[in-house]
Every structure is written in structure tokens, then in C-alpha cells.
């Protein structure tokens, strides 16, 4: 798996990401909505360096010109529903992309002990196509590994591109073990460690919540 953590660099994105960790900015959850859809922006404009192209023919009002273009076919597959923000912000850069959603969410036996279940999937086929599958928080991987179990039957996908906004350390040596070795991960940070819950630290809490309001 190759692995891009965006930031390594300063930039702009840094700002957007000490938005979303603050407690007191977080409060704004159109804010922090909106800033899950700006990340999902640069790291989309990250990773279209990585894709296909293919030279076109432009007709302008005073003469032509050859462009490259993206020559991919792409499916975008976001886990529902803290996925959903960062679903637009991707689809805001890849605009003509397919569209896929996934349920996937904890059922704990206990607070500390819980299973993934995959409850909801509607996708177009995946046969020849590559898979761009966003999910904001990568903290054990194992919620990306159970979607990747359920997408498998759909078609035998030429590429697998991963997008999140903060991934544990745990959860990026998971994914390596259960992804296809061409699997890119596309990053904006990193962290060091999860919590007994699952919970990324020092991460920015439940992302879902954050968007959406606490659930039951
Ligand atoms: N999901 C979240 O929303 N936050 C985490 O830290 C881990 C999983």
C-alpha cells in the first residue's frame, strides 16, 4: 500500500484540519461539515496526480487544443454517515465519479468489545472501475476492511484509492494487511494511538456526531 500523508507540509489544510479538532470550533457543526468538505477537496486534487488520462481534442470558440483528461472510470463509496461530508467534498473536485454508499457501524457487546456490521450497500457495478472509498476516520480499520469484504462481490476493480481525514497508526497497519498491495491511502494526518473504545487520540471525538448530532 502506498501511503500519502498530506500533512507532512505545511499548508492550508493543516488550518482546516485544527479546526475540526477544536472543541470550541466544533460546536459549529455546519463548520465542521464544511471543513471535512474542503479536506475531501485537496486530497481529492491530491489524488487525480495518480490517476489515468487521455489526450482529447478541445474545440474553443477561436481554435482547439489536446488536454489530458481523466480516463478512469471511478465509484465513489462512502461509509455512512460521518462519510457523507467528505463524500461531497470528493464529488466536488470528481464530479462525473459513480456513487456508492455503505452502512457500517459498532455493535458493541460491551464498551470496550464490538463488531462491525454492514447493513446497507447500494453501488453500481464495480467491474473495471476504480474505487475511490472514503471514510473519514481510520482508527482500527476494521469498519474499511468489513466494506471492502461486501464490495468484493460487485466486480473485480482495477484500482483502490482510500480516502480519510485522520488515521490511526493501528488502523493504517490493518488496512495494509487486509488491502490489495496497489492500494493507495490518501491521508490529511496522522495519529499516534486509539483509546480502549476504538477512539482515535487525540483525533476530534465522533465524527458523525459532529456532523450530524449525537444519536441514541
Ligand atoms: N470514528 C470516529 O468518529 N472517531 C474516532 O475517533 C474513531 C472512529
Redesign the pocket.
Known amino acids: 500500500m502506498t501511503i500519502h500523508n498530506l500533512d507532512i507540509d505545511n499548508s492550508v489544510l493543516n488550518h482546516f484540519i485544527s479546526e475540526i479538532r477544536d472543541v470550541k470550533i466544533q460546536q459549529d457543526s455546519m463548520r465542521f461539515r464544511r471543513n471535512i468538505e474542503r479536506i475531501g477537496e485537496i486530497l481529492s486534487y491530491e489524488l487525480s496526480k495518480s490517476l489515468s488520462y487521455e489526450n482529447k481534442e478541445v474545440i474553443t470558440p477561436l481554435g482547439s487544443k489536446n488536454i489530458s483528461v481523466l480516463a478512469d472510470n471511478l465509484v465513489l463509496c462512502s461509509v455512512l454517515r460521518?462519510g457523507l461530508p467528505l463524500h461531497q467534498g470528493i464529488l466536488n473536485y470528481f464530479d462525473h465519479v459513480e456513487n456508492a454508499f455503505i452502512s457500517a457501524f459498532r455493535k458493541h457487546s460491551s464498551p470496550e468489545k464490538f463488531e462491525i456490521k454492514v447493513e446497507y450497500l447500494a453501488s453500481p457495478s464495480l467491474d473495471g472501475k476504480t474505487l475511490i472509498l472514503a471514510d473519514?476516520?481510520l482508527?482500527t480499520g476494521s469498519s474499511l476492511v468489513a466494506v471492502f469484504e461486501a464490495l468484493k462481490s460487485l466486480g473485480k476493480l482495477k484500482q483502490i484509492h482510500l480516502v480519510s481525514v485522520?488515521a490511526a497508526k493501528e488502523g493504517i497497519e490493518f488496512v495494509q494487511n487486509h488491502f490489495p498491495q496497489d492500494t493507495h491511502l490518501w491521508v490529511a494526518t496522522v495519529d499516534e494511538k486509539l483509546n480502549s473504545k476504538?477512539?482515535?487520540v487525540p483525533?476530534?471525538?465522533?465524527?458523525?456526531?459532529l456532523a450530524f448530532g449525537n444519536k441514541l
Open positions: 460521518a473519514p476516520m482508527a485522520i476504538g477512539y482515535i483525533g476530534l471525538g465522533d465524527a458523525g456526531d
